[in-house]
């Protein structure tokens, strides 16, 4: 299976994980999934005379405009795609190493694009991998995965991207260190952030059970023309 998160740019949302394409060997060729996309003297067309095919999977074909933009990315570096591979394990490991002076390592042993750090420490002074999260925002930085994988005690795991420059890095150790520091000197700081999101924490529970996916103006303000009346 080819994740097209992360090795092909696309988020986890939208379809990425889920919409990557799967390779077989040559021999599993006649199971595959029915329909096929194929190409013969007219064009592209969908096969459906397979009589050894395990049948149809499901109707939906995956999110294009993901597909779309994983095949622009990888148009977009051509041959250089390997680079990007490294770079980004280049860039996940010096995180690694330096962010190590405050957090502990989850797992031994060598990372790819990607590392899980443990905060457990942190929760001395009753600070959390969330709040170490939500204070990454105040300081400009999309905070990392938290709490994953679940088995890690306040896990932090963290993918900085091909793309990120050294500086960018530098910056982000810079931002863990005032925050660890802050964990020291004034963890309520860290525990009540974000201080300067345009909204502060949700409920998160209510979130989940109150899903709310329509956008209303505020109380006596007009509904944008054509916009459906509530």
């Not at 599993?28 to 013969?40: F, K, N, Q, S, W």
């Not at 457990?120 to 994988?149: E, Q, S």
């Not at 679940?150 to 091909?162: G, H």
């Amino acid at each position: 299976h080819l994740n097209l998160h992360k090795t092909f740019s696309t988020p986890h949302g939208g379809g990425g994980p889920g919409a990557g394409p799967v390779g077989v060997t040559s021999h599993l060729t006649p199971y595959l999934p029915i329909p096929t996309v194929e190409r013969g003297e007219q064009g592209y067309y969908f096969e459906y005379e397979r009589p050894n095919s395990i049948g149809k999977v499901r109707s939906f074909y995956g999110n294009f405009g993901m597909l779309l933009r994983a095949y622009a990315y990888i148009r977009t570096y051509g041959n250089g795609i390997s680079q990007v591979a490294h770079d980004a394990v280049l860039n996940a490991s010096y995180l690694r190493h330096h962010l190590r002076r405050y957090f502990d390592d989850a797992f031994e042993g060598p990372s790819l694009h990607e590392f899980v750090l443990t905060a457990k420490n942190a929760k001395r002074a009753g600070v959390g991998a969330k709040d170490i999260a939500k204070r990454l925002i105040d300081l400009g930085f999309h905070p990392p995965t938290v709490y994953f994988p679940l088995i890690v005690p306040e896990a932090l795991m963290i993918e900085p991207t091909e793309t990120e420059s050294k500086a960018s890095l530098d910056a982000f150790i810079e931002a863990i260190d005032q925050i660890c520091r802050e964990i020291e000197s004034d963890p309520e700081l860290v525990k009540s952030a974000p201080h300067y999101a345009p909204v502060g924490r949700l409920d998160e529970v209510r979130a989940a059970r109150q899903l709310d996916l329509r956008w209303r103006p505020p109380a006596g303000q007009p509904s944008p023309v054509g916009a459906p009346q509530t």
